[in-house]
């Protein structure tokens, strides 16, 4: 079946621009993750979306960063007025949601995003 | 909160070799332990994982770790590197129990294998 996809692979942009980054989850997968993979900090945890529940934005980086998640399927990332450490891979990752156990996490290829 | 040590940045090693990469995590709790690996151009995927019960735990391709609860170690082993296995490694972790199944990263390995 389809896996975690991502759009647009490749997003070039200027400085103070504002960015949508989108991801499509496995279909069924109630859990869906952003993590950024970028030079120096490695791969890190941004927001958490499961179900109805409120998402956990706890590694979001700053205020400029939002991320939404549209009928508990489609998310999407964005970074308003954009700066040079923004750019990175930004990784989708969706699960399905069963309580008690560890649900395996399916990545997607990435948005790889460079700010001029 | 927890953090994921990667000891070795980069690793260049002959078809043949053996592999072990280190991985040290650092949390006061009970943790879910993890190995994924990212080949050339293609996605993150699952290497291996533990959770309870024997600390040597078998993966896919021929891998396993060994997680030693003492030292907070979870180091992923192969005895016999193939050309195919040049990708970067990421051990990872996340609290057991906690709401959601968000991971800890370590900094990631990059294997070159020769042929």
């Known amino acids: 079946g389809a896996g975690v996809s991502q759009s647009p692979s490749n997003k070039v942009t200027e400085k103070g621009k504002d960015v ?27 927001i958490y979306f499961q179900g109805n ?32 450490e923004d750019s990175a ?28 | 909160a927890q953090s994921v040590s990667q000891h070795n940045h ?11 990469l280190g991985c040290n995590y650092s949390y006061g709790g009970t943790v879910n332990l993890f190995w994924y690996v990212q080949y050339p151009g293609q996605h993150l995927q699952l290497l291996l994982k533990y959770f309870s019960g024997d600390p040597l735990v078998k993966g896919i391709k021929g891998f396993e770790a060994e997680f030693i609860k003492s030292k907070f170690s979870f180091n992923l082993r ?5 050309w195919s296995d040049t ?3 990421f051990c990872a972790v996340n609290p057991r129990g906690a709401a959601g ?4 990263f370590g900094g990631g390995t990059r294997v070159l294998v020769k042929p």
């Open chain 1, 20 to 46: 949508e980054l989108r991801c499509d989850p496995i279909s069924g997968h109630t859990a869906l993750y952003w993590y950024r993979q970028s030079l120096g900090q490695g791969l890190e945890f941004l």
């Open chain 1, 53 to 84: 529940s409120a998402p956990d934005k706890s590694g979001l980086p700053s205020d400029r960063f939002s991320a939404e998640r549209t009928g508990g399927s489609v998310s999407t990332l964005t970074i308003q007025r954009t700066q040079q």
């Open chain 1, 89 to 116: 891979v930004y990784l989708c990752a969706s699960s399905l949601d069963l309580a008690g156990a560890y649900n395996e996490q399916f990545f997607g290829p990435g948005t790889r995003l460079t700010v001029l």
């Open chain 2, 10 to 20: 980069h690793v260049i090693l002959s078809e043949a070799a053996s592999l072990e």
């Open chain 2, 78 to 82: 192969k005895p016999s590197v193939q």
């Open chain 2, 87 to 89: 990708a970067e490694y």
């Open chain 2, 101 to 104: 199944n968000k991971l800890t």
